[in-house]
């Protein structure tokens, strides 16, 4: 079964850090851009961040450049998101998403069609 | 940044009824659109990519269409377990916005 499942998720302080992970099975990890979006509460989804198969290529929403680094570890088949000097703008759920694409005519049409359940991150003092 | 506006940003509609939800984007993304529904408390789930091509899985009374601005998401036929949110979501460049959300809820 293809699975996405996250977690560090919790209660920090503003300025704090902490380190999201989201471990895949089911499918070959390593093939896939994956990607972090993220949805405060009682708000819609806000794309995050993604990642290249290999790493060599990641990209940010301009409101955490600079404070969140993504990676991932394809040998462990896992996705991270460590997110420094949080702010209360940051209290969401993360959710870690598999990116597909489908090709046409050498378009490449990405989507996300693999969610996990999210895991939630609360900044308050 | 593209921006993403979808209209109405709620709905009423009641089971057996065809509804349109709009997505227009800030600049033409061709056909680099996504459509997501969301349930209360739930993860995301895909049912449209590429403006039109239906997620596998997802029922045909689902479907997407447009290009370049302009595009909607037709339910033909709403059934109790429609009544979600949907986002519209491109993937023309990044960073990959939402659209802001439509509920649809039941009358």
């Known amino acids: 079964e293809v699975q996405l499942v996250e977690s560090g998720g919790g209660l920090v302080q503003p300025g704090g850090s902490l380190r999201l992970s989201c471990a895949a099975s089911?499918?070959?990890?390593?093939?896939?851009?994956m990607s972090w979006v993220r949805q405060a509460p009682g708000k819609g989804l806000e794309w995050v961040a993604n990642?290249?198969?290999?790493?060599?290529?990641?990209y940010y929403v301009d409101s955490v450049k600079g404070r969140f680094t993504i990676s991932r570890d394809n040998a462990r088949n896992s996705l991270y998101l460590q997110m420094n000097s949080l702010r209360a703008e940051d209290t969401a759920v993360y959710y870690c998403?598999?990116?597909?694409?489908?090709?046409?005519?050498?378009?490449?049409?990405?989507?996300?069609?693999?969610w996990g359940k999210g895991t939630t991150v609360t900044v308050s003092s | 940044d593209i921006q993403m506006t979808q209209s109405p940003s709620s709905l009423s509609a009641s089971v057996g009824d065809r509804v349109t939800i709009t997505c227009r984007a800030s600049q033409s993304i061709s056909s680099y659109l996504n459509w997501y529904q969301q349930k209360p408390g739930k993860a995301p789930k895909l049912l449209i990519y590429?403006?039109?091509s239906l997620q596998s899985g997802v029922p045909s009374r689902f479907s997407g269409g447009g290009s370049g601005t302009d595009f909607t998401l037709t339910i033909s036929g709403l059934q109790p377990e429609d009544f979600a949110s949907y986002y519209c979501?491109?993937?023309?460049?990044?960073?990959?916005?939402f659209g802001q959300g439509t509920k649809l809820e039941i009358k």
């Open positions: 979501q491109q993937s023309y460049s990044t960073p990959r916005t």
């Open positions: 089911g499918f070959t990890f390593s093939s896939y851009w």
């Open positions: 998403a598999r990116t597909e694409y489908s090709s046409s005519w050498g378009d490449y049409y990405y989507y996300m069609d693999v």
């Open positions: 990642i290249k198969q290999d790493g060599s290529e990641k």
């Open positions: 590429a403006a039109s």
